[in-house]
């Protein structure tokens, strides 16, 4: 075991998720006591998390800087007219995706609620159509410049992944910890930022998984003994309360075990049960979603002419493997935690699961 660096990330409870300090009109609009409108202030501004406030923020500017440069002042509530060229703007102008105009649109709807005036109406049937058509131009544009897909990880690709992540010139550490960080995003089916941290400089121990928060479980069925670990994940995004969701990640014996993976990892860091970040870098720097998409481009884009990797690959992997096991909607609903039938986007067949269903469709073709 080697002697752990000391984290150098500081603690700041309840800053990453929320933000503090937006002003939401309530004094003009009721006219209420200096002190109620800072506590109703203080609720609005943990209504929504902090990057949707940064986002709506941008999407206010965005909309100021697009009046300037038409020789308007900003005045709300905004047109169908206004709302039509402002999309326009972002999306010739601009350059921006489908997806981030209707972030700034809905920007702009929260824009007209904190000032106080009547919700507006902002997606009118035309806008929803040009969006509609932008976002189907995105798709051309992305096959057209031959953009690499987002790849759902596969068995053998953590295989392959698991050599190029030990292959690595970095730090033992390094390698147990980013080699960790994969079994467990796919095994329980997690986003980068349920496992890691938003930022190197600070973590929030209310919000963000410690390593406490890891726990060794041994389970004892039918005379049979086995490991398995448990995540307590805190504010899980499907959680409409922000309660903690308790996920079990079981041994399963393979090359890809998340248990042996934990277990070699924590023989070597040493320490357990402690209120630091779950997962730190050798140079004692937390474990970012940011630096680990960083480190998978860099060890597998050699090797992968077409397609990318990311955090979020080994949540689309964990529903791709278990809809090519046969598994139901509802097992795969439960296991990945989803509260939509969002899981279904990310259910991609593999080549032999689609030819054993042909084949079974010819079948009974021929029966017929």
Same mark, same amino acid.
């Given at each position: ?13 309840? =800053? ?9 009109? *309530?004094?003009?609009?009721? !006219? +209420? /006591? $200096?002190?109620? &409108? @800072? ?60 997806? =981030? ?9 929260? *824009?007209?609620?904190?000032? !106080? +005036? /009547? $919700?507006?109406? &902002? @997606? ?71 496992? *890691? ?172």
């Amino acid at each position: 075991m080697r002697e752990r660096r000391k984290c150098l990330a500081k603690p700041a409870t309840g =800053t990453a998720k929320y933000s503090h300090g937006m002003t939401s009109g *309530l004094k003009s609009r009721i !006219g +209420l /006591p $200096e002190q109620t &409108i @800072r506590d109703l202030n203080h609720a609005v501004s943990h209504s929504i998390a902090k990057k949707t406030w940064l986002s709506y923020r941008t999407a206010e500017r965005m909309l100021a800087k697009f009046m300037r440069e038409n020789g308007q002042s900003l005045s709300l509530p905004i047109s169908e007219v206004v709302t039509l060229g402002f999309v326009h703007w972002l999306a010739y102008k601009r350059g921006l995706k489908a997806s =981030t105009i209707n972030g700034y649109l809905a920007g702009v709807r929260n *824009l007209h609620i904190m000032k !106080g +005036l /009547p $919700e507006p109406k &902002i @997606r009118t049937d035309l806008v929803k159509m040009v969006i509609e058509g932008r976002k189907n131009i995105d798709a051309i544009n992305r096959l057209s410049v031959g953009k690499k897909e987002r790849q759902p990880v596969s068995l053998d690709l953590m295989k392959l992944l698991k050599a190029r992540i030990y292959g690595m010139q970095a730090a033992v550490q390094d390698k147990l910890t980013a080699w960790l960080v994969c079994t467990l995003a796919l095994h329980a089916a997690c986003r980068g930022g349920e496992l *890691l941290c938003k930022t190197e400089e600070s973590f929030d121990p209310a919000v963000e998984l410690l390593r406490e928060d890891v726990q060794m479980k041994v389970i004892i069925s039918e005379r049979k003994t086995s490991e398995s670990l448990q995540l307590r994940l805190k504010m899980p995004k499907e959680s409409k309360d922000n309660r903690a969701t308790i996920v079990d990640v079981f041994e399963t014996g393979s090359e890809i075990c998340p248990v042996k993976a934990f277990k070699k990892w924590q023989k070597f860091t040493g320490g357990a049960g402690t209120k630091e970040p779950a997962f730190l870098w050798s140079n004692g720097k937390p474990v970012t979603a940011k630096a680990m998409n960083k480190l998978l481009k860099e060890v597998l884009d050699p090797v992968l002419s077409d397609h990318q990797i990311s955090m979020h690959s080994f949540r689309t992997g964990a529903a791709s493997l278990m809809g090519e096991l046969g598994y139901s909607d509802t097992e795969i609903q439960a296991v990945g935690r989803w509260s939509s039938r969002a899981f279904e986007n990310y259910i991609k067949l593999g080549r032999s699961k689609r030819i054993a269903v042909l084949r079974k469709m010819e079948k009974q073709r021929a029966w017929l």
